[in-house]
């Protein structure tokens, strides 16, 4: 396996305080899909792994990262993810509401628009890493798990 991953990722108490149970147990979680695998390589970085602290720093969320040798924070404004997070957020709170109740077809109509809005939001934050730090498909759809958790109160 690569040694450029992550095998440790923290929020930052003072910025990131703690949410609901129900929030908080969303972000733990997505830090464990996170961890369980991904590809994380910071640009400049020779080899890893790496631990991540993220914050939230005047409206930016900050990654700091650190690996052997390699210690970099990156500030990302949020505003160009807004949307796609609140998009996010709105179809799986329809999706929890359809599961209640709805006949097969609906759920799956409703779950394919999830995962395309999963799919949109993860591209975009892979896009507004670029420069910074080069993740796979599957490891931006985790931290845009993530990242769509902190939004959340």
Do not use: W
């Not at 003072?14 to 464990?32: G, K, N, Q, W, Y």
């Not at 695998?37 to 400049?44: A, D, I, M, R």
């Not at 080899?47 to 900050?62: A, F, H, I």
């Amino acid at each position: 396996m690569s040694g450029h991953r992550l095998v440790s990722v923290d929020l930052d108490p003072v910025t990131l305080p703690p949410a609901s149970a129900e929030i908080e147990h969303e972000r733990r979680v997505a830090i464990f899909d996170l961890l369980e695998k991904n590809s994380f390589q910071p640009v400049g970085a020779s080899e890893g792994p790496y631990r991540l602290t993220l914050s939230l720093v005047d409206g930016r969320l900050v990654l700091d990262v650190t690996g052997p040798d390699f210690s970099r924070a990156h500030g990302l404004s949020l505003t160009p993810l807004k949307k796609a997070v609140k998009d996010y957020i709105d179809i799986c709170d329809s999706y929890y509401e359809v599961l209640r109740g709805a006949d097969a077809g609906k759920i799956e109509a409703v779950d394919m628009g999830r995962r395309g809005l999963h799919n949109d939001g993860a591209e975009l934050l892979k896009s507004r890493l670029e420069g910074k730090i080069v993740v796979d498909h599957e490891t931006a759809r985790r931290l845009f798990t993530l990242v769509t958790a902190l939004y959340r109160r």
